[in-house]
């Protein structure tokens, strides 16, 4: 028989997932009705206003600052930016997340380089991580030139970066 189910567990649940991870509102939502999902599903008794308990500690989240959907886009962007990853594939990790359009486009606006300029930053450092190009061995560079482009458009980089 499943734990019964009150806003002060629910709130509990939620400390415990943001001590581990960063998150936006929606990733903390989706957890904590998974969590109401998994007691419906073996049996445990659901109280009806288990949606506004979620909005309740949701907001008691946001009030305390443990959640912060700004705060995650730019550690969500300064770990993908780093190891590479191209602007387009960044935005589809925010939006995913649960960030707006409009949190993204602002974030997007407020960083210095232009998007040209921050994916060209991000396939170079994709290149020299993964050894491709120029960081090839000059006997290798010209048969797998095909392959290096293919490599880097399925990073999510235009044909135009990639070259």
Same mark, same amino acid.
């Given at each position: 028989m499943?734990? @019964?189910? +009150?806003? %002060?567990? *629910? $709130?509990?649940?939620a400390l415990y997932y943001l001590s581990r991870y960063e998150s936006t509102t929606e990733k903390l939502r =989706?957890?904590?009705?998974?969590?109401? $999902? @998994?007691?419906?599903r073996d049996g445990g008794d659901v109280p009806p206003e288990t949606g506004q308990w979620i909005d309740s500690v949701i907001e008691e989240m946001v009030r305390l600052g443990y959640i912060d959907n700004r705060r995650y886009a730019e550690n969500t962007f300064r770990h993908l930016s780093e190891s590479g990853k191209s602007v387009r594939t960044i +935005?589809?990790?925010?939006? +995913? =997340? /649960? *960030?707006t359009d409009e949190l993204i486009e602002d974030f997007f606006e407020a960083q210095d380089l232009s998007t &040209?300029?921050?994916?060209l930053e991000a =396939?170079? %450092?994709?290149?020299? #991580?993964? @050894?491709? &190009?120029?960081?090839?061995? @000059?006997? !290798?560079? !010209?048969?797998m030139? !095909? #392959?290096? *482009?293919?490599? *880097? /458009?399925?990073? /999510?980089?235009?044909?135009? +970066?990639?070259?």
């Open positions: 499943p734990k @019964k189910l +009150t806003q %002060k567990r *629910l $709130y509990n649940i =989706a957890v904590l009705e998974r969590r109401i $999902y @998994k007691v419906e +935005t589809n990790k925010l939006k +995913t =997340a /649960g *960030l &040209g300029e921050m994916d =396939a170079r %450092k994709l290149v020299k #991580k993964r @050894k491709l &190009g120029i960081w090839r061995p @000059k006997e !290798q560079r !010209q048969e030139y !095909q #392959k290096d *482009l293919a490599v *880097l /458009g399925r990073a /999510g980089f235009s044909y135009e +970066t990639a070259r």
